[in-house]
T-cell receptor, first 111, second 115 residues
Framework: AQRVTQPEKLLSVFKGAPVELKCNYS??????LFWYVQYSRQRLQLLLR??SRESIKGFTADLNKGETSFHLKKPFAQEEDSAMYYC?????????????FGSGTQLTVLP | EAGVAQSPRYKIIEKRQSVAFWCNPI?????LYWYQQILGQGPKLLIQ????????DSQLPKDRFSAERLKGVDSTLKIQPAKLEDSAVYLC?????????????FGPGTRLTVT
């Protein structure tokens, strides 16, 4: 069965410092990986997906199949980045699109 | 565009009582999902509908949970009878069938407390 692990429940960094949120997965097939973010009092929303290879709000994430990791990185953290971040793995089978989420990392960017 | 709507936003019930949650997806979204998010954990998929048919309910505790989407639009999730361990946020999400990325858009959730 697939599994997503986010080893850090809490992460604090100072404004302007680099930040890396770790995500490891276990899945025997070809994975689709995502990062979702939930800002305070807002809905869960998609931040980025690995197939897009895009940078959103300065964040990037690279899929490393050898290490089964999909870490989220930003070179200079901003206070508005403070939020709950979830890594998710999607398995598609026919019409089914099952997202398996990690337990999340609460990021706090200190002034 | 209007987002996914859910009601109620909060519900407190006693164990062994019944409760129902309602979800209205984004207009035109054929696929609808219900998730359970227990405090300190990530969301866990309970059931996925495509139009009014069930695509995946492998993680739905069918002895007490049920869900329906009769007309392929709104959906209700019911718990009967509730247990203490059902205390969680219940999230509804929807996605557009024709979109290759199948991005899921989430509602605000219903926070259930079972006492």
């Amino acid at each position: 069965a697939q599994r997503v692990t986010q080893p850090e429940k809490l992460l604090s960094v100072f404004k302007g410092a680099p930040v890396e949120l770790k995500c490891n997965y276990s899945y025997s097939g070809s994975p689709e990986l995502f990062w979702y973010v939930q800002y305070s009092r807002q809905r869960l929303q998609l931040l980025l997906r690995h197939i897009s290879r895009e940078s959103i709000k300065g964040f990037t994430a690279d899929l490393n199949k050898g290490e089964t990791s999909f870490h989220l990185k930003k070179p200079f953290a901003q206070e508005e980045d403070s939020a709950m971040y979830y890594c998710a793995l999607r398995i598609s089978s026919g019409s089914a699109r099952q997202l398996t989420f990690g337990s999340g990392t609460q990021l706090t960017v200190l002034p | 565009e209007a987002g996914v709507a859910q009601s109620p936003r909060y519900k407190i019930i006693e164990k062994r009582q019944s409760v129902a949650f309602w979800c209205n997806p984004i207009s035109g979204h054929a696929t609808l999902y219900w998730y359970q998010q227990i405090l300190g954990q990530g969301p866990k998929l309970l059931i996925q509908f495509q139009n009014n048919g069930v695509v995946d309910d492998s993680q739905l505790p069918k002895d007490r949970f049920s869900a329906e989407r009769l007309k392929g639009v709104d959906s209700t999730l019911k718990i009967q009878p509730a247990k203490l361990e059902d205390s969680a946020v219940y999230l509804c999400a929807s996605s557009f069938l024709g979109q290759l990325t199948y991005e899921q858009y989430f509602g605000p959730g219903t926070r259930l407390t079972v006492t």
